[in-house]
């Protein structure tokens, strides 16, 4: 329906003329209701209306923007808030376990944020040479050992630029370069360790002794009768002189 249509039906229907028009599908609002019939009206809201009256007010209800709260009583607004004890005196002591897992993510003395001189007193990485003589369960150990440190190192780090400590950043790099070059040590010597495995299973392809299906025992050594080469005789060599 057009603009001009929408405003000669309002001027027929004695009403006055909107400076905006609205749009066509409101048109059947625009029209008088008929005599004698009842037309029937639902509210938008379940709630009856006289539970909460209206106070007009746009920004009713909670709003984090605004800091606002809400504009009538709920159920939990008669309960007494809990307030901080700020006397450590009266305090409930909590009984927490002393050998808790969670301890070994602390330092010794098991403080928020260490002392620089603690974070600085620690030895050299873990060289190459040296884990190479280690098995798979001690470089396992190590490299867990290190997550942790990092982690501990990591979590002091964040705690102590939020309270805006102004020190002990430098020890705890230092600290963190050396876990991550014996982390790096440990890379490498694994990396050693797959290659030689790969070189060696394929030589175990070739070997008549070995056998990689898996339905039998995997090693199956030959006679040593079979391995050894005749010695030759030399009784029967003459000599001459």
């Given at each position: ?5 929408i ?7 004695c ?34 209306p ?12 909670v ?9 009538e009583?709920?159920s ?6 809990p307030?901080p ?11 927490v376990?002393e050998?808790h ?6 330092n010794?003395?098991r ?13 050299r ?5 040296e ?17 942790k ?18 020190y ?18 440990i890379k ?7 290659y030689?495995?790969?070189?060696a ?7 008549s ?8 025992p995997?090693?199956t ?7 050894v080469?005749?010695?030759p005789?030399y ?7």
């Amino acid at each position: 329906m057009s603009v001009r249509s929408i405003r000669q039906l309002a001027r027929s229907c004695c009403l006055s003329v909107p400076s905006e028009v609205p749009p066509s599908f409101l048109v059947p609002s625009l029209l008088s209701p008929v005599t004698g019939s009842t037309v029937r009206v639902s509210h938008f809201s379940t709630s009856r209306p006289q539970s909460f009256p209206r106070d007009r007010n746009s920004s009713r209800g909670v709003s984090a923007i605004r800091r606002t709260g809400p504009r009538e009583p709920l159920s939990v607004s008669y309960l007494p808030l809990p307030r901080p004890v700020l006397d450590p005196s009266k305090r409930s002591k909590v009984q927490v376990d002393e050998n808790h897992g969670l301890w070994q993510f602390f330092n010794k003395e098991r403080t928020a944020i260490s002392k620089p001189e603690d974070d600085y007193a620690h030895g050299r990485p873990w060289s190459v040479e040296e884990l190479r003589n280690k098995s798979w369960e001690d470089l396992h150990s190590l490299w867990w050992a290190c997550v942790k440190e990092r982690n501990r190192i990591a979590t002091q780090s964040f705690e102590r630029g939020r309270l805006k400590a102004g020190y002990g950043d430098y020890e705890a790099q230092r600290r963190d370069t050396t876990i991550r070059r014996t982390q790096r040590s440990i890379k490498h010597v694994l990396t050693e360790r797959w290659y030689s495995w790969e070189d060696a299973r394929k030589i175990a392809r070739t070997d008549s002794e070995v056998d990689l299906s898996g339905d039998g025992p995997a090693y199956t050594p030959l006679d040593l009768e079979d391995d050894v080469l005749e010695e030759p005789n030399y009784s029967s060599a003459v000599t001459t002189t």
